[in-house]
T-cell receptor, first 118, second 116 residues
């Protein structure tokens, strides 16, 4: 079963409008972390925002906010006031640890390609 | 400036040849990772290493090998046993979680391997 599910292969948004990119996750851990990364066509991976499982408030970073609904296991990324430069691939990821807590890794979803139209 | 350097950026190889992708970091990070990216597949973990001289298989380790002789270096060898090696390969590193960091991955710029 997929641990990170991004159901939107592609999304379109008009410049200056807001857009929500969906992410649901599956874990039995109590402690975990959720990340969003942006990948422009150049291929580099840019960290955008982080939400810890124990954080009570939704994370925000400038125009990015994370709509964290723990009971529903969702961590949607909201981009406000979209800009042409926001056109890119967006990945949701979850930090997992092994049973001993000493090894950890990030598992990524398949991504959503966002296109911002002028 | 601190960062992760991957080389080469583009690599072509004939079928049946082994190839090694370099990954060097000067961030003093403990853990390093190799991911493979295919169109529509997201990033899939190949191998990761938490400390020198130790590494673990990820989800798609078959046909790949790694070494971690130095903290700064984590080279990936794509062997001839890898049946479909054409892909974009990303190396990443992370500070040890629990040292006041959130555990974000820092990525290199990637290496694009094409098998002819």
């Amino acid at each position: 079963a997929q641990k990170i599910t991004q159901t939107q292969p592609g999304m379109f948004v008009q410049e200056k409008e807001a857009v929500t990119l969906d992410c649901t996750y599956d874990t039995s851990d109590q402690s975990y972390g959720l990340f969003w990364y942006k990948q422009p066509s150049s291929g580099e991976m840019i960290f955008l925002i982080y939400q810890g499982s124990y954080d009570e408030q939704n994370a925000t970073e400038g125009r990015y906010s994370l709509n964290f609904q723990k009971a529903r296991k969702s961590a949607n990324l909201v981009i406000s006031a979209s800009q042409l430069g926001d056109s890119a691939m967006y990945f949701c990821a979850m930090r997992e640890t092994n049973s001993g807590g000493s090894n950890y890794k990030l598992t990524f979803g398949k991504g959503t390609l966002l296109t911002v139209n002028p | 400036d601190g960062g992760i350097t991957q080389s080469p950026k583009y690599l072509f190889r004939k079928e049946g040849q082994n190839v090694t992708l370099s990954c060097e970091q000067n961030l003093n990070h403990d853990a390093m990772y190799w991911y493979r990216q295919d169109p529509g597949q997201g990033l899939r973990l190949i191998y990761y290493s938490q400390i020198v001289n130790d590494f673990q298989k990820g989800d798609i380790a078959e046909g790949y090998s790694v070494s971690r002789e130095k903290k700064e270096s984590f080279p990936l060898t794509v062997t001839s046993a890898q049946k479909n090696p054409t892909a974009f390969y990303l190396c990443a590193s992370i500070e040890r979680w629990g040292t006041g960091t959130i555990g974000e991955l820092f990525f290199g710029e990637g290496s694009r391997l094409t098998v002819l």
